[in-house]
């Protein structure tokens, strides 16, 4: 069952992110704390059987939902919970957005082959679920080359190019300072 990470639970997310995600990949925790706390960024979890936040996501958006963080228990992965938490997300948010996007680390700027690897098989990940990436809309944040991801929730067809770049931009400055929106690139 999908639901709003609760508030009074914040420290326990942001050391759930900070084991899941490389310190220059997640925001510091107070300004994360402060967008949660204003609704700028959704925290939600997925409680699945016995495990509770078996995994976790943060949105935001409106025409399209950009995930920006997604992770699952280490001892619970590879075991189905990623795809529930998207599921959940696509019934969830199946009357108030159009599509769910993600943004994936390319695999041709990877450090080494072990890094392809799995930066290829988090994109296999994705295309399984159903989403369709735009290899030809160069993109970065914050310096990362990336591509971005978009799976439709209501039955509309994949968005242009330009269109996809809109929703990106657009959700992102529903939480990214002004000032940090030149981090976020498209060429």
Do not use: C
């Amino acid at each position: 069952m999908l639901s709003e990470w609760p508030k009074e639970g914040f420290d326990e997310l942001y050391e759930r992110m900070r084991r899941d995600f490389p310190a220059n990949e997640r925001p510091p925790k107070t300004a994360l704390q402060g967008q949660i706390k204003q609704g700028k960024l959704k925290a939600l979890r997925l409680d699945a059987d016995d495990a509770i936040g078996a995994a976790y996501a943060l949105v935001a958006g409106k025409e399209g939902l950009l995930i920006t963080h997604l992770a699952v228990e280490p001892a619970l992965r590879l075991k189905g919970y990623g795809s529930l938490l998207l599921m959940d997300l696509k019934d969830a948010y199946k009357g108030q957005s159009d599509y769910l996007i993600v943004e994936v680390e390319l695999p041709d700027g990877a450090a080494d082959e072990a890094e392809r690897h799995l930066r290829e098989k988090r994109v296999a990940f994705y295309e399984r679920i159903g989403f369709i990436g735009y290899e030809n809309l160069p993109y970065s944040i914050f310096g990362v080359p990336m591509m971005v991801m978009i799976w439709p929730i209501n039955r509309k067809p994949l968005p242009a190019a330009s269109d996809a770049k809109a929703m990106v931009k657009g959700a992102y400055r529903l939480f990214l300072p002004a000032l940090l929106m030149g981090q976020v690139r498209f060429r």
